[in-house]
């Protein structure tokens, strides 16, 4: 099991940009990698699934200006946001979960990074 830490949350105003990094303890070559989000009293939303080098899935809210990424050898991935919107104010959260082949299946959060966009 990883241990993971985000980095990169702040104050932003609409419009701006944020890069979001997310380091973890270990190898993630064979975890599925994602990024969520949670608005205060609301449930934690994927916005973003990198199962591979190049494979990475977004949902409507953040298609087209949420860009992820992930290196292997570095043990990281990040996050790239674009245009931000009010409404994409909250605490964000990498998360890796092991592969299905994985015998000893486990997942991980972070403690979160808190990110603000001003109206």
């Known amino acids: 099991q990883v241990h993971l830490v985000e980095s990169g949350g702040g104050l932003v105003q609409a419009g701006g940009s944020l890069r979001l990094s997310c380091v973890a303890s270990?190898?993630?070559?064979?975890?599925?990698m994602r990024w969520y989000r949670q608005a205060p009293e609301q449930q934690r939303e994927l916005i973003a699934t990198i199962i591979g080098n190049t494979s990475v899935n977004y949902p409507e809210s953040v298609r087209g200006r949420f860009t992820g990424y992930r290196d292997n050898d570095k043990n990281e991935i990040w996050i790239q946001m674009d245009n931000l919107k009010h409404e994409d104010t909250g605490n964000y959260y990498c998360n890796a979960a092991s592969a299905p082949f994985v015998i000893s299946a486990n997942t991980s959060w972070g403690p979160g990074t808190q990110v603000t966009v001003s109206s």
């Open positions: 270990g190898s993630i070559a064979l975890y599925y």
